[in-house]
């Protein structure tokens, strides 16, 4: 299940009411395990797993499950897992992730609070693809837009560009001449802001370029040892 903590925190909280915690009976493990191993895979959603510490007569579980995202790879984690377990008193409880530190659980009333678990985390799935297509769109948009103002400037100061992305920004490439380029990155939320100044931008890099001047942005920490700033409030 590829859901952060704190959305499965909110609907192990919402979902099982841990009022009638169904009791499971530990001499009889194996019907037990079956048992549930049957009723989960008959949900509408749930992909059943196997781990062979299971079989082991000290272990609590029952059952492991996970809740596929639709239209999405289909390899899993073991983090991935739901696991039913009996607790201490023989509870039968939900657990997610296998890490200690971002490990949740809830007892189990009913069979019927497990299926609402599962439809509630495949609707925020479906909310959260559509929210990414939507995102996808808008920069999809935006990235047409830049490109559409670069090809007009270089149609008419005669120069080659290329394009690339991700999520966060759009990267454009200017050749300046057979051998040098600049970069020039494009956040998408600042998009509107750019946009305008972005053929200003290309024309006087371009022009001090072509006078000599060379240029470089790089982090404060490749100063050179040798070299000593001059701060402008002493000055």
Aim: include cysteine.
């Amino acid at each position: 299940m590829k859901l952060p903590p704190p959305s499965i925190r909110k609907l192990f909280r919402e979902d099982f009411s841990g009022q009638s915690p169904i009791v499971v009976d530990r001499t009889k493990m194996l019907q037990e395990s079956k048992h549930w191993q049957k009723l989960v895979a008959q949900i509408d959603g749930v992909h059943v797993t196997q781990h062979p510490g299971d079989k082991d007569s000290r272990s609590r579980t029952l059952c492991r499950f996970t809740i596929p995202e639709p239209n999405t790879a289909g390899q899993y984690w073991r983090s991935d897992e739901l696991r039913l377990e009996y607790d201490s008193e023989s509870r039968l409880t939900i657990h997610s992730y296998r890490f200690r530190e971002s490990q949740h659980s809830a007892p189990v009333s009913d069979i019927d609070e497990i299926k609402t678990f599962v439809r509630h985390v495949l609707e925020r799935y479906a909310r959260r693809q559509a929210g990414a297509k939507k995102r996808e769109k808008v920069r999809q948009f935006k990235s047409k837009a830049i490109i559409a103002q670069v090809k007009k400037l270089a149609k008419e100061e005669k120069f080659d560009f290329a394009t690339s992305g991700d999520t966060v920004k759009l990267k454009l490439f200017v050749k300046l001449s057979k051998q040098d380029l600049m970069e020039i990155s494009v956040p998408f939320k600042q998009f509107e802001k750019m946009l305008p100044k972005l053929r200003v931008t290309i024309q006087s890099l371009r022009e001090l370029y072509a006078e000599g001047l060379r240029f470089k942005i790089m982090p404060v920490g490749r100063l050179p040892w040798d070299v000593t700033w001059i701060e402008h409030e002493t000055l």
